[in-house]
């Protein structure tokens, strides 16, 4: 591990982003026909190594529906409109009409609208129906309070999801998450992030976590870097995670922990890369926010852009580019990655020559200068 010292007792580690890498093929080649892309976390799989993000303008309870038939697994927001409203409809073409200048305070008022637990369990309760995995997310702050009814309405996967998620978080208040303690009381997996250090990761994996959501600060709908001066370069979070992963499958005795690359995944080339540094899935925001289905109708915004002391994202127009099968399985009518997006990853690792995920984690890549 290389450090440059920027000043007289100030060193810093050098960090790539994907943009920075790129991968090298090997001495063979498969069909694309022949590769395998599934992925399997506890006892649930999928065609599609990849998680929507839980976010508004991705995820509704029907988009949920709708990407799990296509392979994928779609969390729905629990602290979202889908839980305050029983029609968030209104809001959402509020928020994709109203000026920019307007936006943040505006969602800063929907979104203060109460959570309503009865909405958490119709609206899983509607993709349960559906015959789809079901998985939801909160907040690490939101988890103490609301975690029965998310475990009452009969979720399979739990996600707790923030900026930064550490086992060791220090508060002066007795409902202060023990996520160690959360996570052995319940009876389903549990997926905790962001976190992009080793150390951070390995908590969280002594912790219990099913898996770790890799990632925090680069989003496409993030501020963080500006409001708080906090992000890691992806490809170097992604290969630190998962080196903490294999210690910690010595450490455990054989106990997998899966790694989720979350952020900076935009397109087709980035879950190449993702998955080439370490991770076993994706989660992907943007991408999808762009499908004809899309709840945001055209825009983008994470749980950071409504926060009501300290917002660290914003909304972002991202149109639409298509179908939501268009956009994960094709056909695409672009060129530049954004669509057909598990299809060029398919090719990718069949131009590589490996026939699964796990194989392809070991793929060579270097990195570039431009």
């Known amino acids: 591990m290389s450090f440059i010292e920027i000043a007289p007792g100030k060193r810093a580690r050098q960090a790539y982003s994907f943009d920075d890498i790129a991968i090298v093929p090997s001495r063979r080649t498969r069909d694309p026909e022949d590769v395998s892309i599934t992925w399997q976390i506890d006892a649930y799989k ?3 190594p990849m998680m929507a993000a839980p976010m508004d303008s991705v995820v509704s309870p029907e988009t949920a529906i709708a990407i799990g038939k296509l392979g994928g697994l779609a969390v729905l927001n629990l602290e979202g409109l889908w839980t305050r409203y029983e029609d968030p409809r209104i809001q959402l073409g509020e928020i994709a009409s109203m000026p920019d200048a307007h936006a943040t305070r505006r969602m800063q008022e929907l979104y203060a609208a109460p959570i309503q637990p009865t909405l958490i369990k119709e609206r899983l309760k509607q993709i349960r129906d559906a015959g789809i995995t079901v998985a939801g997310s909160l907040s690490p702050a939101r988890t103490f309070e609301f975690h029965k009814s998310v475990v009452d309405a009969g979720v399979d996967i739990f996600v707790i999801r923030g900026t930064t998620v550490s086992a060791e978080h220090v508060a002066n208040n007795d409902e202060a998450l023990n996520l160690k303690k959360f996570i052995y009381e319940l009876d389903v997996p549990v ?16 912790a219990g976590a099913a898996g770790v959501l890799v990632g925090f600060g680069g989003g496409s709908a993030h501020t963080t870097r500006k409001v708080l001066g906090i992000e890691v370069p992806m490809a170097s979070a992604v290969a630190e995670v998962a080196s903490a992963r294999r210690d910690y499958l010595d450490e455990s005795g054989g106990r997998y922990v899966h790694v989720i690359a979350d952020g900076s995944v935009g397109r087709s080339g980035d879950i190449a890369k993702a998955i080439a540094c370490g991770a076993d899935a994706v989660m992907m925001g943007s991408p999808l926010a762009k499908a004809v289905e899309a709840p945001g109708l055209g ?8 926060h009501q002391q300290l917002p660290r994202g914003e909304r972002v127009a991202v149109g ?3 179908t939501l ?3 994960l399985l094709g056909p695409s009518h672009e060129a530049d990655g954004s669509m057909n997006l598990f299809g060029a990853f398919r090719r990718a690792m069949a131009t590589c020559g490996y026939s699964d995920v796990k194989e392809f984690q070991r793929v060579e890549v270097l990195i570039h200068h431009a």
């Not at 825009?299 to 409504?306: D, F, I, K, L, R």
């Open 46 to 48: 999928f065609e599609l």
């Open 191 to 206: 997926i905790v992030g962001g976190c992009a250090t080793a150390s951070g990761a390995l908590h969280l994996m002594r």
């Open 299 to 306: 825009w983008h915004w994470g749980s950071e852009a409504h």
């Open 320 to 322: 639409t580019a298509g």
């Open 325 to 327: 099968k268009e956009i």
